[in-house]
């Protein structure tokens, strides 16, 4: 990180105004807030979708995805599958790390292999091996036929091997963010933004990299990003002016915003989709009434507990209208779905208690639901509203909500201490590949299949379509493949969706942004007038 006499002058000018460049373009202060930090600056240390949105300000994948969500080139210029389990790409030539260090075949050899050892090894679990072929051109081999690795690489994020050995960060932090590394709190990447100051859980502050090898079509030179969980200051934040955008706008407060004088929102699909998930792995609830039992391992159990929550519901009365109740733990923009397979369950609260009858739990029985309180929008009143739904087939269920930080360091891999939980998830390759091969697989540590499969759901033919998905080049018989495993894990039930999120941002009307649904904040394309 960086702290420069420079920047600190822009900052203490007003959030948006604009500042002349010698080049007679036009610099911008952008200043933006949300409800929750990157709790990780490490690349490795875990598959989150926050942590992605602002580490891909400052490092840089092989692959990305542009404005259009389409896939171009990054840090590989080209890239071509050279016979069924070997891709070789063409590495950018001239790109420099924000400390100067060249970038070159090196340091995406030791990404590679850094990246395996941390959490987001289940995104790379195609991934047999990589192999220099000189100083720009790297060869990947894949455990079996892979037709979509490049979609799968898009959030891996190439580090600089001399910057991590020099700082003692060659193995990644883990992900339930109990073992930091120098890269949990610095940065280094070769992308268009450096982060020059940040006061972690308060503000990061972005500033543009000079020496980026790539063209921007914004005119933001450095970018502010507030952590404010509070809702209500976060949308006075905007109102008076403190800020030019805001994500997660409540939805009650959407219509506040759009009345207000320069001020609108901007609504748009998030590829997150919201599901609740039982521990079907232990024999035992760990945070429960049943002791010498489980029992969401009777899919008796499971069925009563869909049938008893009424989605529509939550979407009018919690989420104002901004979501989309889901038959599938995915998004309708995620290749696999399908409207038979994504008609939301409609409940049917008397056959909902006579499974639980039927299951041997007429009086019920009681449980944690653990949820995030800053994560996505409303959260915590949607873990509310499902504790109140569970309890009219008497599942007392008492909600723990908590900050994402200490929520993820209890659920998260490798202790999965938890017995109900509800859970967000947005496949980066826009495929539900990724999703059945994180989230649904059983788990397996040594290949990090299954690494975020909270509730430990196992089906071994659903295993075996998912070694089928990844390895099939025929697109029709693939997705016919895609659409045998979500039958299988919706008639499972071992996730129950809830409903895919909207995006929701506050923003200036002199401010241009682009909107990705995979909730990133592309801040090369913003645009202060």
């Known amino acids: 990180m960086k702290n420069r006499t420079r920047l600190v002058c822009r900052l203490a000018l007003a959030g948006s105004m604009l500042v002349p460049l010698t080049t007679g373009a036009v610099a ?4 933006f807030a949300g409800p929750l930090d990157a709790y990780t600056l490490d690349p490795h240390a875990v598959s989150n979708t926050l942590i992605f949105a602002i580490l891909s300000n400052v ?6 995805r542009g404005a259009d969500l389409q896939l171009e080139p990054a840090l590989a210029t080209s890239w071509k599958q050279i016979d069924a389990t070997t891709w070789e790409f063409d590495l950018r030539k001239g790109v420099k790390f924000q400390n100067g260090d060249p970038f070159n075949a090196d340091d995406v050899v030791f990404s590679m292999d850094r990246a395996r050892k941390g959490g987001v090894k289940t995104n790379l679990s195609q991934v047999a091996s990589i192999a220099k ?6 060869r990947i081999t894949t455990v079996s036929t892979d037709p979509v690795l490049p979609n799968q690489i898009v959030d891996w ?7 991590a050995e020099q700082n003692g960060a060659v193995e990644p932090g883990s992900a339930n963010n109990k073992t930091e590394t120098y890269a949990n709190r610095n940065a280094n990447g070769t992308g268009p933004y450096e982060i020059a100051s940040r006061d972690p859980g308060v503000k990061t502050v972005f500033e543009k990299n000079p020496d980026w090898w790539g063209k921007m079509t914004g005119n933001v030179d450095t970018a502010t990003f507030f952590v404010i969980p509070n809702p209500a200051t976060r949308v006075s934040a905007l109102i008076s002016g403190q800020v030019d955008m805001i994500d997660a706008v409540p939805p009650q407060d959407a219509s506040q915003i759009d009345t207000t004088k320069g001020l609108h929102v901007q609504a748009g699909p998030d590829l997150r989709t919201v599901y609740l998930q039982p521990d079907v792995d232990r024999d035992q609830l760990i945070y429960g009434s049943e002791q010498s039992k489980n029992p969401f391992k009777d899919i008796r159990v499971r069925q009563a507990m869909q049938l008893a929550i009424d989605t529509t519901a939550i979407q009018k009365r919690i989420m104002g209208g901004y979501s989309m109740p889901d038959g599938l733990p995915i998004g309708q923009q995620v290749n696999g779905w399908d409207s038979e397979l994504g008609a939301p369950v409609q409940p049917d609260l008397a056959k909902a208690k006579q499974l639980m009858v039927d299951a041997g739990y007429p009086d019920g029985f009681s449980v944690t639901l653990d949820c995030t309180n800053d994560r996505f929008m409303n959260d915590e009143a949607t873990c509310l509203a499902i504790a109140a739904f569970l309890g009219k087939i008497n599942i007392t269920v008492t909600p723990r909500a908590q900050t994402t930080s200490r929520w993820a360091a209890q659920v998260n891999p490798p202790g999965y201490n938890t017995s109900l939980a509800l859970l967000g998830y947005s496949p980066a390759t826009y495929d539900a590949g990724l999703f059945l091969s994180v989230i649904v697989a059983t788990r397996d540590p040594k290949t990090g299949r299954g690494a975020f499969n909270i509730g430990g759901y196992s089906n071994p033919k659903v295993d075996a379509l998912i070694t089928q998905i990844n390895a099939e080049t025929d697109k029709t018989k693939r997705d016919g493949y895609l659409h045998e495993a979500l039958k299988l894990v919706k008639d499972d039930v071992g996730f129950i ?5 909207k995006i929701l941002w506050g923003v200036k009307d002199n401010v241009d942004v682009v909107q990705p649904a995979n909730f990133g904040y592309p801040l090369r394309y913003f645009k202060v007038n």
């Open 497 to 501: 969706p809830i409903h895919q999120l």
């Open 157 to 163: 994020y190439i580090m600089d091997k001399e910057w």
């Open 133 to 138: 072929v000189d100083d720009y051109t790297v």
């Open 59 to 64: 490092y840089e994948p092989l692959v990305e």
């Open 28 to 31: 911008a202060d952008f200043k």
